[in-house]
């Protein structure tokens, strides 16, 4: 069920229904755990098992480990729940991925191995809603949270329909309170949802599906055919429309949920506007990034051990995260190349200084670098295979002619990522609501207009959020 889809609006119609009628706070909380089960299971019923199967095992799990004093079966207990938990998330996720490398390997030793094919489909949102379940766990673990009174409430934590198929990755300790009181959504909260609503669906339906897909998109599929001009515009492009599907799902999921009473925290903070790559990473899909920093940077020992453990876990991380965006090796180097980054910021930081507190002419070097090596980065995650990516790379390097993209495309994309740009610069450390609300009213409601237009006049053609098949 998507977003931008006519099904998901009589859905939510239904949903906010119920949960506005004068019942108690116990059922309403049933029919958003009820209407979440549904939203799953409208892509593949089956797999609302799996969701089960992670619900039980860390509710199990979180119980037991409040209970016990004993460092072993402590350890015993998250074991459990990383096992079940990772355990499905590798069988589904990796399994085809690790049998094609064991292939592969075989036959550079000189072994013609022919398996048969395990045809395995990918549980949608499974990497989402397994980080999500295992936070729990971990918090528990570390004394930094206590388990849920609530199996109900444990329960809509880990499925809650807006997020739950691409995020925002949400943590036990910012839901699980919200649970507690009955909630519905003030007039402030429902005027700002629904906008936040119409803001998403606008970058996803208009910009990313409309304005950029197209673009990028002939140019990937014809890699080694685009010359210097084809393959900066085309991953330009892309660019933009993976900030524009991903924002804009983060987007409809934060505002789905205000208009139910609940508080998501924000996804996205002017990522095109980072200066550096930690910062980059402070603002681009911060529920993940932050959940890598606190159970996989930490655990490692993070930034306590010698500096050169230090770059090995900045990389060892960002190589986790890009195995979690996909089972290939193109996502493993984007995510080898964000940790070289990162590696070397910190390295360069104690002579170059601070790169957030760069002023004049070095804070606008600083800006582009960390945009132009962002956006050659994101070849690797777009390609379909490292031979794709780079091809494209070869031939922004080295020039040619192309001829895939028309004067109209560039002049699109140009357009189009110089206005994103100016307005994430010029925002980068804004409040959107307060800005938006500090509008006159008759302006606020021209803009909303205007993107509602542009929505339904855009062209239908469904494509799902980029982010479903991670």
């Known amino acids: 069920m998507l977003f931008n889809s006519l099904t998901f609006v009589l859905f939510f119609v239904i949903v906010l229904t119920l949960h506005h009628l004068p019942l108690a706070w116990r059922f309403r909380k049933a029919n958003l755990l009820v209407a979440s089960y549904l939203f799953y299971a409208a892509w593949n019923p089956p797999f609302v098992v799996l969701l089960w199967i992670s619900t039980l095992t860390d509710w199990f799990a979180g119980r037991r480990m409040a209970r016990s004093s004993t460092p072993r079966t402590r350890r015993a207990l998250l074991g459990l729940s990383l096992g079940v938990n990772l355990g499905l998330l590798a069988y589904f996720k990796y399994a085809s991925f690790l049998l094609d490398n064991f292939v592969a390997l075989l036959g550079w030793i000189g072994i013609d191995y022919r398996p048969a094919a395990p045809d395995i489909i990918l549980p949608l949102g499974i990497s989402f809603y397994t980080f999500q379940t295992l936070s729990y766990?971990?918090?528990?673990?570390?004394?930094?949270?206590?388990?849920?009174?609530?199996?109900?409430?444990?329960?809509?934590?880990?499925?809650?329909?807006?997020?739950?198929?691409?995020?925002?990755?949400?943590?036990?300790?910012?839901?699980?309170?919200?649970?507690?009181?009955?909630?519905?959504?003030?007039?402030?909260?429902?005027?700002?949802?629904?906008?936040?609503?119409?803001?998403?669906?606008?970058?996803?339906?208009?910009?990313?599906?409309?304005?950029?897909?197209?673009?990028?998109?002939?140019?990937?599929?014809?890699?080694?055919?685009?010359?210097?001009?084809?393959?900066?515009?085309?991953?330009?492009?892309?660019?933009?429309?993976?900030?524009?599907?991903?924002?804009?799902?983060?987007?409809?999921?934060?505002g789905a949920a205000l208009c139910l009473g609940f508080v998501i925290p924000e996804n996205f903070r002017c990522p095109y506007a980072a200066l550096g790559f930690s910062d980059f990473w402070r603002r681009w899909h911060v529920s993940l990034s932050s959940w890598l920093r606190d159970y996989v940077y930490i655990t490692a020992g993070g930034?306590?051990?010698?500096?050169?453990?230090?770059?090995?876990?900045?990389?060892?991380?960002?190589?986790?995260?890009?195995?979690?965006?996909?089972?290939?090796?193109?996502?493993?180097?984007?995510?080898?190349?964000?940790?070289?980054?990162?590696?070397?910021?910190?390295?360069?930081?104690?002579?170059?200084?601070?790169?957030?507190?760069?002023?004049?002419?070095?804070?606008l070097i600083i800006a582009g670098l960390t945009f132009a090596l962002v956006t050659w980065t994101w070849t690797f995650f777009r390609a379909e295979s490292l031979a794709e990516a780079w091809a494209l790379t070869l031939a922004m390097v080295t020039g040619g002619t192309g001829g895939l993209l028309t004067l109209a495309d560039g002049a699109s994309v140009l357009i189009l990522m110089g206005v994103t740009l100016g307005f994430q610069w010029r925002f980068r450390d804004a409040d959107l609501e307060t800005r938006f609300a500090g509008l006159r009213l008759p302006l606020r409601s021209a803009l909303l207009a205007g993107l509602l237009i542009g929505i339904l006049l855009a062209p239908g053609d469904d494509r799902a959020f980029i982010y479903f098949q991670f």
Request: hydrophobic share 45%.
């Open 137 to 254: 766990t971990f918090s528990i673990y570390r004394g930094e949270s206590r388990p849920s009174k609530s199996f109900l409430d444990y329960a809509l934590f880990v499925t809650f329909f807006p997020q739950l198929v691409a995020g925002p990755i949400l943590r036990s300790t910012d839901f699980l309170p919200q649970c507690a009181e009955p909630r519905r959504a003030s007039p402030g909260q429902m005027g700002w949802g629904m906008t936040l609503l119409v803001f998403g669906l606008f970058q996803k339906v208009v910009l990313a599906d409309g304005v950029l897909a197209p673009i990028a998109d002939p140019v990937y599929a014809a890699a080694g055919k685009a010359g210097a001009i084809d393959a900066w515009l085309g991953t330009l492009a892309f660019t933009g429309q993976i900030f524009f599907d991903f924002a804009g799902y983060s987007s409809c999921a934060i």
């Open 303 to 363: 930034n306590r051990v010698s500096i050169h453990r230090t770059y090995l876990n900045l990389m060892f991380t960002m190589l986790v995260g890009g195995l979690w965006h996909g089972a290939a090796w193109h996502f493993v180097v984007w995510g080898g190349l964000h940790g070289l980054y990162l590696a070397a910021e910190r390295r360069l930081r104690p002579s170059l200084g601070d790169a957030t507190a760069a002023r004049g002419p070095r804070r």
